[in-house]
């Protein structure tokens, strides 16, 4: 993939066409901010996709009321920012969702038609933008079921069911992996881009 910053057609004689980019609106400070964490991780991505990484997360994050360094927690924890990270159990992309959820959630939230619903395929889920749609909704949607972000965090990674029926059940729950996240989280809040490794 190449991301290339946005262009516009002008005509500048009849019938001869150019395209020029569009003048960039300022970045915000949460931008940039974004951008480094974004960067120090992935140095090997050009500046324009690593802006328009950037920008996908601010926006998904934003959109469900989330902080985009959260977002990027979880993106650490899950993919270490890898696109196309596919994980033992068969999880795909940079927030590592199962083919059958990101199925499931494609249909859910209507990105697509139906038509492209049917066809839906699992390397679909190694195309960043539309990981971070799916993988940002869900963990809404988990948020929103279990009114905890601890919770919402062990059951995106052990799964909604499993972890309810441990809650109902009162039997032991790790809270590693909400743990990290959240450790990762806490360090990008104060400042750092990256996490130390253990």
């Known amino acids: 993939m190449q991301y290339l910053p946005r262009q516009e057609e002008i005509t500048v004689e009849p019938n001869y066409t150019v395209s020029v980019p569009v003048p960039e609106k300022p970045k915000s400070k949460e931008l940039i901010r974004i951008h480094s964490i974004v960067k120090s991780h992935r140095p090997d991505i050009s500046e324009p996709e690593a802006w328009w990484l950037s920008e996908v997360i601010l926006e998904e994050s934003a959109g469900y009321g989330f902080d985009p360094l959260l977002i990027l927690a ?7 920012f890898q696109y196309e990270a596919v994980s033992s159990a068969g999880a795909r992309g940079i927030m590592q969702i ?3 959820v990101g199925k499931s959630l494609v249909q859910k939230i209507g990105l697509h038609q139906p038509s492209h619903y049917k066809s839906f395929r699992p390397e679909f889920l190694d195309d960043p933008e539309l990981n971070i749609k799916l993988g940002v909704y869900y963990l ?9 972000l601890t919770h919402a965090l062990i059951a995106y990674n052990m799964g909604p069911t499993e972890t309810k029926n441990r809650l109902e059940n009162d039997i032991e729950i790790s809270e590693g992996y909400a743990t990290l996240v959240l450790t990762a ?7 750092k881009t990256k996490r130390p490794t253990f």
Do not use: A, C, T
């Not at 989280?185 to 400042?191: D, R, T």
């Open 74 to 80: 979880v993106i650490d924890i899950e993919s270490k």
């Open 98 to 100: 199962l083919p059958y």
């Open 140 to 148: 809404h949607d988990l948020k929103k079921n279990f009114r905890n």
């Open 185 to 191: 989280y806490q360090q990008y809040k104060n400042g």
